[in-house]
């Protein structure tokens, strides 16, 4: 079993970048893939992205628009997402979540073994 957190989340100007973390206070990431999804209020969670920790194979969303990027730190245990030009639209609770494969339909529909609490990140002026 492994316990997720995130942090780094926050307010952001549109246009503005951040960069999301994710760690394991308990357990490791070896037999995982790691990813984020995220919900706005009123909204349905959505899958961004993914990526084995062993290998880094990465999973993207085309709602992305090439505008994030999943990334790991072995040395720091942590798997980041890396967001740019940042919208209002992107203001959402950001989670993150492992499971233990990557690739097929998991992922998309949000059936993953392990959930993080969430980072809420505001993208406002």
């Known amino acids: 079993q492994v316990q997720l957190v995130e942090s780094g989340g926050g307010l952001v100007q549109p246009g503005g970048s951040l960069k999301l973390s994710c760690t394991t206070s308990?357990?490791?990431?070896?037999?995982?893939?790691v990813g984020w999804f995220r919900q706005a209020p009123g909204k349905e969670r959505e899958f961004l992205a993914a990526?084995?920790?062993?290998?880094?194979?990465?999973l993207y969303a085309d709602a992305i628009e090439g505008r994030f990027t999943i990334s790991t730190d072995r040395a720091q245990n942590t798997v980041y997402l890396q967001m740019s030009s940042l919208k209002p639209e992107d203001t959402a609770v950001y989670s993150c979540?492992?499971?233990?494969?990557?690739?097929?339909?998991?992922?998309?529909?949000?059936?993953?073994?392990?959930w993080g609490q969430g980072t809420p990140v505001s993208v406002s002026s």
């Open positions: 308990r357990g490791s990431f070896n037999r995982y893939a």
């Open positions: 990526i084995r920790w062993s290998g880094g194979d990465t």
């Open positions: 979540a492992a499971h233990t494969v990557l690739y097929g339909s998991s992922w998309y529909v949000g059936s993953v073994d392990f």
